[in-house]
């Protein structure tokens, strides 16, 4: 399969305040715009054999105070330590706020991408460091020239969300087509 609106997608999130099902759904927006059905699902609601089900899974997580990973994901985690995401691809998306804890901006999507890697999920939608302005991330390379998925600082630059998930959005569709190619 090779275009992205054949594929089954799902888009798979935890939250304690809201914020991360928000951009969630303004990623589902976007797809939806480009013909692509996204299933939402929250993390609380699925098992491990859930993602057997699609050909491209979108995760997101928020990275809390000093780089906590969100209570669901963490309590979950199984989900996706016994996941077999070989042949996935696998997109992420995480929150943080780059002022107050610009030491660990986007822990929580460093720690997931670490486990998804483990089970055999080819990354997509790794996005540029530029324009942010943070010390320290697990969620980002060595070198911090790029996030290990969509980085979004709703406390310090809500107004740049929408643009950067549209953004986003059009480079999964292209990786994931160019990678079904290959």
Known sequence: MSAISDARVALVFGTDTGNTEDVGEKICEQFAGAGVAVEMVNIVDI?????????????GIPTW???????????????????????????????GDQLGY????????GWLHER???VGAT????WPTEGYDFEASLGCSEDKSYFFG?????DQQFEQTDDRVNRWVVQICQEFEAAAAA
């Open 150 to 154: 969509l980085a979004v600082d709703d």
């Open 47 to 59: 098992d491990s054999q859930f993602f057997s089900n699609y050909d491209l899974i979108i995760m």
């Open 116 to 118: 998804v890697l483990k």
């Open 102 to 109: 610009g030491d660990y901006f986007l822990d929580a999507m």
């Open 65 to 95: 105070d000093f780089g906590g990973i969100q209570e669901d994901w963490e309590e979950r985690e199984d989900i996706i330590t016994d996941a077999d995401l070989n042949g996935k691809k696998v997109a992420l998306y995480g929150l």
């Open 123 to 126: 990354m997509i939608g790794y």
